[in-house]
């Protein structure tokens, strides 16, 4: 959506980190998120942040959120074959109603 | 229950032709949710169910588009008259409200592939 925006691809090798960038315009976001998206699968949940938090790790993931330029990046460390896909970033600024950027596909080269 | 799930996962119809597709939440999840997403493009929000009842719709659903969710359980989106513009993956999500928490995760289908001839 026009509201949220990602760089479309990102290459990168196996064994290094991924970093993917997002943008979004709305300031009263409450919650900002990372999809995951594999051919001929449902759109996976990765990870969250609430608004309130500049930054969040899950094992290998870290997202980081600049609330002041409205900047969220999602890290992925030690990147495997198996992490290309496409990854959404998205927010809400109520509990049900997700605003999506276009996607960022990520391919891992040997 | 191992999750969302929606048939048919691939539709092709001629123009002008209408479409049912269906989406079964994982169960106990009172909100249902469809979206839309076309080629290259995130997926875009349609409409939403609280068990029963439709409590929004997005201005991209035009009137050929008409969705129910009667016993709020299973979901219907309905496409009629199809134009080549609907062509696009019809996306359904569900979710359990829990008014105590503001954050509600959604999970998402495998989604219906729509061609439109």
């Known amino acids: 959506g026009e509201d949220v925006e990602q760089s479309l691809f990102l290459s990168v090798r196996e064994g290094d980190s991924s970093v993917i960038n997002c943008t979004y315009t709305d300031s009263s976001s409450t919650y900002l998120y990372w999809y995951k998206q594999e051919p001929g699968a449902g759109l996976q949940l990765l990870t969250y942040?609430?608004?309130?938090?500049d930054m969040k790790q899950d094992q290998r993931l870290t997202v980081l959120l600049n609330k002041k330029d409205k900047h969220l990046s999602l890290r992925i460390a030690d990147t495997q074959t198996g992490d290309s896909a496409i990854y959404f970033c998205?927010?809400?600024?109520?509990?049900?109603?997700?605003?999506f950027g276009a996607g960022t596909t990520v391919t891992v080269r040997a | 229950d191992t999750g969302v799930s929606q048939n048919p996962r691939h539709k092709i119809t001629k123009r002008g032709q209408n479409v049912t597709f269906r989406c079964d939440p994982i169960?106990?999840?009172?909100?249902l949710y469809w979206y839309r997403q076309t080629l290259g493009q995130g997926p875009e929000f349609l409409t939403y169910f609280q068990n029963e009842a439709q409590l929004e719709k997005s201005r991209l659903l035009s009137d050929r588009f008409s969705a129910e969710r009667p016993k709020g359980s299973f979901s219907t989106l309905e496409i009629q008259r199809t134009e080549q513009g609907d062509s696009a993956m019809y996306l359904c999500?569900?979710?359990?409200?829990?008014?105590?928490?503001?954050?509600?995760?959604?999970?998402f289908g495998p989604g219906t592939r729509l061609t439109v001839l």
């Open positions: 998205a927010e809400t600024r109520n509990d049900y109603k997700l605003s």
């Open positions: 169960s106990e999840h009172n909100r």
């Open positions: 942040i609430f608004s309130n938090m």
């Open positions: 999500a569900s979710s359990l409200d829990l008014t105590s928490a503001r954050y509600n995760e959604q999970f």
